[in-house]
């Protein structure tokens, strides 16, 4: 990710020249309700990467119906496959998750929640969500 610096994401080892653990920082996306949060992630590179997925998670509270109190994300990309469902290859790289991860902060899927409630209002009312987001983001997340 230093060759060409993607928008809004920064990604170092917490230890020098050790990449087990990424710390991450993401900027909220343009014109989401998190555009003007700053959000702190951690990566865990499992020994079998790029066969397994690493473990992301964000350290930044967020209030978004795939993302849990935790930090935790569903994506299937995090996922290793199934036959009933795609999930991580080894061919994705750091940078390809990372982008996808903040692209899921643009564009919830409210259909596959972790936050089963903040998932309904996501469906039953778009204003509120944002707002609710808006000011989550305004209090944890700059």
Known sequence: ???????????????EDVYDVLQVRMAGPRGSPYEKGSFELIINIPDKYPFEPPQVKFVTPVYHPNIDKGGRICMNMLKM??????????????????????????????????????????????????????????????
Not at 96 to 113: E, F, G, K, V
């Open 81 to 142: 496959p199934t036959r009933e469902q795609e999930g991580w290859l080894p061919t994705i790289t750091i940078e390809t998750l990372l982008i996808s991860i903040q692209t899921l902060l643009a564009n919830p899927n409210p259909d596959d929640p972790l936050m089963m409630e903040i998932a309904l209002e996501y469906k039953s009312d778009i204003d509120k969500f944002k707002e609710n987001a808006r000011k989550h983001t305004e209090q944890y997340a700059v």
């Open 1 to 15: 990710m230093k060759e060409k610096p993607v928008w809004g994401i920064t990604c170092h080892p917490v230890k």
